[in-house]
């Protein structure tokens, strides 16, 4: 098994990525004029959506990409390039194209509707978030390894009903300004993972280079 350090980390890394912070403005937007009973269901629907969605991207991951011919490298370059756009997005406090889109954003409709799209996908568990998990995941062969991920994935999870529970009183404490903050150190975080994330790839692309 790998230490606890590394899954802690995953942990952190998987909740930056997500920022649900940057999700409050968002969520509180769409679920406006909801009761708070309403807008509580949404928040289980999104989280479970999240993690069965983030569940099934690890546990897939593998044959996913033996199924392409990807490699692991290149595959980590392509997520570190995902996870940089992402970051610069959040550094400029606004949200970018590769989480959602006006179209996607217009279509929601319903409870359901606006938990699952574009709440959970792609907002919160998109392209950077699926591709953490994947590599993750293949980060060790250890047993109980593939345990640990999970239970990660389900703890992050619980921050993320957390954090979307009490949007209003976050969203009123905060105001713009100060989630806009938020979102530009979570942008700075993460751009130093996207950074690592591709140099791992490019080291495995060219093991030249560590020698």
Known sequence: MEHWTEYTRFITSLVVIMDPF??????????KGYTPR???????????????TL????LSG?????????SLGSFRVGGGIVLFIMALAMLQARVDPVRTTPH???????????????????LLAGPGAMSTVVIG????????????????????AVVLWLVLSLAVPIGKRLGDIGLNILNRIFGLILAAIAVEVISNGIKQLFPILVS
């Open 62 to 70: 593998e044959g996913l990409l033996a199924f392409m011919g990807t």
């Open 104 to 122: 996607e954003e217009e279509i929601a409709s319903g409870l359901t509707s606006i938990a699952v799209v574009p709440l959970a996908i792609p």
């Open 22 to 31: 940057m999700a409050i403005p968002i969520f509180l937007t769409m679920t």
């Open 55 to 58: 569940i099934v991207s690890a």
């Open 38 to 52: 309403d807008r509580a269901r949404v928040v289980r629907i999104a989280v479970f959506t999240v993690a069965a």
């Open 137 to 156: 995941m293949q980060r060790s062969t250890a047993p109980y390894h593939e345990i640990m991920i999970v239970l990660s994935i389900l703890l992050v």
